[in-house]
């Protein structure tokens, strides 16, 4: 019989897993097992609330105090939203300042708002890191209620709403409308005409003559792609 001690080899495997499904900044689940959690919720006939925020003016956070106070935010931020946790909501990160919520239960919209509305003020009173006081907006981008085919399909649908809250100034949260899906659709096909557009040469500069009505005389022109 031979006999080999494994522990060490358990001990690192378990710590890859941790590496893999957790942030080692905040402790947050990662972006894929944060989209798996979802799957996991949708599998079992659930029609999970998934919210996505971001912060407003992390950037300057960084630049004017330093990445290590940035990190420190963003570590306090993770510990303000576990506050609003329990053994069915999961706490994601999407990738730098990027948060995620997942509520198992369906939110009606009323219902929704309140609660971004609690995210909001938890994530935006100022921070107080060393000598430095933090002040940072958050705009949040919600979806509930709507029949969702995948984890990945739901996350996406709330990122949409937050692309819309980032549209408004101050601290803001939209909630997923089926014409936000439709509006993206529409831009990017039209992007997509115009690259095509010019490929063809349907696009070509014309000059418009700014004339002075009072005397007729010419005063300059306009430039005008058509």
């Known amino acids: 019989v031979t006999v080999w001690d494994v522990t060490d080899r358990h001990r690192h495997q378990a710590h890859l897993d941790q590496l893999a ?8 689940l990662r972006r894929q097992p944060f989209i798996d959690a979802i799957d996991k919720c949708i599998s079992h006939g659930e029609e999970p609330t998934i919210m996505a925020m971001n912060f407003h003016r992390f950037k300057t956070v960084n630049l004017t105090l330093g990445r290590d106070v940035g990190d420190e ?7 303000r939203l576990e506050l609003f946790a329990n053994d ?41 890191i060393g000598p430095a ?18 984890g990945l399909n739901a996350l996406s649908c709330a990122e949409l709403a937050l692309d819309e809250a980032r549209k408004i100034q101050g601290n803001t949260c939209m ?10 659709e529409f831009l990017r096909q039209v992007e997509a005409d ?9 696009i070509w500069l014309a000059y418009q003559p700014q004339v002075d009505l009072k005397n007729d005389s010419l005063q300059g022109a306009e430039a005008l792609v058509r």
Not at 73 to 79: D, F, G, N, V, Y
Not at 98 to 119: I, N, W, Y
Not at 141 to 147: E, R
């Open 175 to 184: 909630v997923y409308e089926d014409f936000f899906a439709e509006r993206q």
């Open 73 to 79: 935010m963003l570590r306090e931020a993770h510990q």
């Open 21 to 28: 499904t957790f942030d080692q900044l905040t402790g947050a």
């Open 88 to 128: 069915n909501v999961r706490i994601g990160r999407l990738g730098g300042d990027g948060f995620a919520v997942l509520l198992p239960q369906r939110m009606d919209h009323k219902s929704t708002k309140v609660f971004c509305e609690k995210v909001i003020e938890s994530l935006t009173t100022p921070y107080s």
């Open 194 to 202: 115009l690259w095509g557009a010019v490929d063809r040469g349907e």
């Open 133 to 150: 006081t933090i002040h940072v907006g958050l705009r949040v981008g919600a979806v509930s209620g709507v029949k969702q085919t995948s």
